[in-house]
């Protein structure tokens, strides 16, 4: 994966995508570390009861790891300056299995000792954050 030090690093650059799996166990460790604890994210009688085709990941959850990508592709967090994205679709997790998050970015401007990024997250090949980008120091 290239890394923000990376001289390589110009406008319109594809980088490396990562996939991160989430499942059930994924889910209750997260709300059990955040306290939020909402049914949705455990409960699929209740989710789907709710109108949710099942349990769903938690928002934060799958946000964190858009930050822990962009976080890696900085060379550690000090150098992410600005962050942020509109989820458009859960992430949704039946149970026993394994969902793919898949993360990638594309290095829209350079400029000023900064790179910024257009930020892409499926699951399921489905967009799962919208307007999602971040600004990261080189």
Not at 29 to 34: K, M
Not at 46 to 65: E, N, R
Not at 76 to 102: C, H, M, N, Y
């Amino acid at each position: 994966m290239v890394n923000a030090g990376d001289p390589r690093m110009i406008k319109d650059q594809v980088l490396a995508e990562q996939v991160f799996y989430v499942n059930r166990a994924l889910l209750k460790q997260y709300a059990d570390a955040s306290g939020d604890q909402n049914p949705i994210h455990q409960d699929e009688a209740f989710a789907k009861s709710v109108g949710l085709p099942d349990v769903i990941a938690h928002g934060m959850l799958t946000m964190a790891l858009v930050g822990k990508y962009v976080s890696d592709i900085a060379g550690g967090s000090a150098k992410v300056l600005e962050f942020g994205g509109r989820f458009t679709k859960p992430v949704i997790v039946p149970a026993g299995q394994e969902v793919d998050l898949t993360v990638s970015a594309t290095v829209t401007e350079v400029a000023d000792g900064k790179a910024t990024l257009s930020l892409s997250a499926t699951s399921a090949g489905v967009k799962v954050l919208g307007m999602a980008k971040a600004v990261i120091e080189l």
